[in-house]
């Protein structure tokens, strides 16, 4: 029995760090020029636990088969531990979490505090139950001002623009979907109309809440042209489930096109 | 812990169960029952009239904003060109349509039965269909989909229950009654934020909704004093004052401005 046990713990762990070590269900692409940092740091963290968790695996499985019943009707003996033992993993333990920790903080805060490159294209994006929006401020490079009273999804002004009496708001471009430029500095402010929600592109390992009331400013460079998919991954209400729009990263030919195809749409 | 203490214990930990997870609270009603229906009004109908007309705009139409659908493909899939927001939209004869017409005042004193048809609310390539309808109070609203997407109808009333139900592709048809009359009821769908529908509930089957022409009539309308009005949503409201004689066809036309 002792034996099947610790035959059943070894598989579990062979069969688990296979499936990390064959990369049968690893991460979508990076298509981000600072997602490689990210990405360094989540394997940097699997092989670490990993490796822990694999000897912590093997010596229960160990153990198990060694202290087994050997039907000499001797009685099992507890040990009450060892203070310096537990003492030195616990700090051990400790000290690895949070080396980890600061690690993983120092790549988040170069991704965060820090200004994007100038010259970056300028974009809002706007959360709402249950959709998202994007404002491009046009030739004039200025986004105009937003009224709430004046918002009317009906009408299709879903951000309360003025076009008629604010000037900085006639070229603004609204779209429902977020076009980039392929290998150049995007800045995005993030707005949220009514309630908390989290922007979210797996390929460009960007993730960042929207907070109403706030306007919150990340940056990046897309790498890949290609289609990708941006999901809400803060639960705002029932239709959470289906807060999603598309990332369209594109040439800069195809940009400009196609920021011309948006224009000519408000 | 003897027999005694035990029922005890039991009575306590149910008790408590019940005021933390709520107990079944007797339902409150938003909103009384429709009073019983009263009898019909006999309604001589050798002598009713009718009152019809057109509704006209004057001025440059408003540009409508295109509606871009790309979250929910689709959406966009059940579309061969681009898609106009229907609020603000004026025909090629410079006459309305979705204007909502009825009897303001003037019908009170009579009682009209609940019609046993239904009113359907159709959405079809993201979009409500009609824009804009009319219902009796108490009469069935039945929403359909023809879209492969889900829908969450939600009307955002004054006087009515507000509601909110999601409506899966296939879904079977949702049945809902507002019971108070109410001028406009918005509703909109939280999954696609530019579909919006206006629904005019009235205490009479004096109303309707302007189309491609412009024009409305009301009809059966016993002889008396009038009030109608003309509801848009994007041009405000008109009213006018019609008397109608027995058997007679009054005309009452109406005239928008850009607001």
């Given amino acids: 029995m002792a034996l099947l046990m610790a035959l059943v713990v070894t598989l579990i762990t062979v069969i688990s760090a296979a499936l990390f070590w064959a990369r049968i269900w690893w991460f979508p692409p990076d298509i981000s020029t600072h997602g490689y940092a990210i990405d360094r740091q989540i394997v940097l963290t699997l092989a670490v636990t990993g490796i822990i968790f694999i000897l912590a695996q093997l010596g229960l499985a160990y153990f198990v088969w060694r202290n087994r019943d050997r039907g000499d009707g001797r009685k099992a003996n507890y040990s009450h531990g060892n203070d310096k033992l537990e003492a030195t993993w616990t700090i051990a333990a400790g000290v690895l979490f949070i080396g980890l920790n600061l690690m993983g903080y120092r790549i988040w805060a170069n991704m965060h505090f820090t200004g994007a490159e100038p010259g970056a294209a300028q974009i809002e994006v706007w959360g709402q139950q249950f959709a998202w929006y994007f404002r491009y401020p046009g030739p004039d490079g200025k986004f105009g001002p937003t009224h709430v009273e004046k918002i009317n999804d009906a009408i299709g002004n879903f951000l309360g623009l003025d076009r008629d009496k604010d000037e900085a708001s006639k070229d603004d471009i609204v779209t429902p979907t977020l076009a980039i430029p392929v290998n150049r500095p995007v800045q995005l402010t993030l707005r949220s109309k009514d309630v908390t929600h989290s922007f979210w592109v797996r390929e460009l390992r960007m993730k960042q809440d929207l907070v109403p009331g706030m306007e919150i400013p990340i940056h990046f460079t897309a790498t890949q042209p290609g289609r990708y998919e941006i999901a809400c991954v803060e639960l705002c209400g029932m239709g959470h489930y289906r807060m999603r729009a598309f990332l369209e990263v594109l040439s800069d030919e195809d940009y400009a096109a196609w920021l011309g195809r948006m224009a000519a749409a408000q | ?259």
């Fill in chain 2, 1 to 259: 812990m003897n027999k005694e203490n035990a029922r005890w214990f039991w009575i306590v930990v149910v008790v408590l169960m019940m005021v933390g997870c709520g107990a079944p609270e007797p339902e409150v009603s938003e909103q009384p029952e429709a009073p019983a229906e009263q009898a019909a009004t006999p309604i001589d109908q050798s002598t009713v009239g009718s009152i019809g007309g057109k509704i006209s705009f004057e001025g440059t139409k408003p540009k409508l904003a295109r509606i871009m659908m790309d979250q929910d493909p689709v959406c966009v899939e059940k579309h061969s060109g681009p898609v106009y927001a229907e609020d603000g939209m004026v025909n090629d004869d410079g006459t309305l349509p979705n204007a909502f017409v009825y009897v303001k005042t003037g019908a009170e004193k009579y009682n009209f039965p609940t019609p046993t048809g239904s009113v359907e609310l159709d959405q079809d390539g993201c979009l409500y269909k009609p824009h804009v309808l009319g219902i009796m109070a108490g009469q069935t609203l039945q929403i359909l989909t023809k879209d492969p997407t889900s829908h969450n109808i939600h009307p955002m009333p004054k006087d009515n229950r507000e509601w909110n139900l999601s409506q899966p592709p296939g879904g079977a048809a949702i049945e809902q009654k507002f019971s108070r009359p109410e001028i406009m009821i918005p509703v909109k769908c939280n999954q696609h934020p530019w579909m919006r529908a206006y629904i005019g509930v009235t205490r009479h089957p004096f109303f309707a909704v302007t189309g491609k022409d412009g024009t409305f009539t009301l009809k059966g309308l016993p002889p008396g004093e009038y009030t109608i009005e003309a509801w848009t949503a994007t041009f405000g409201t008109q009213e006018q004052k019609v008397t109608v004689g027995p058997s007679e066809a009054k005309t009452a036309d109406f005239s928008f401005k850009s607001s």
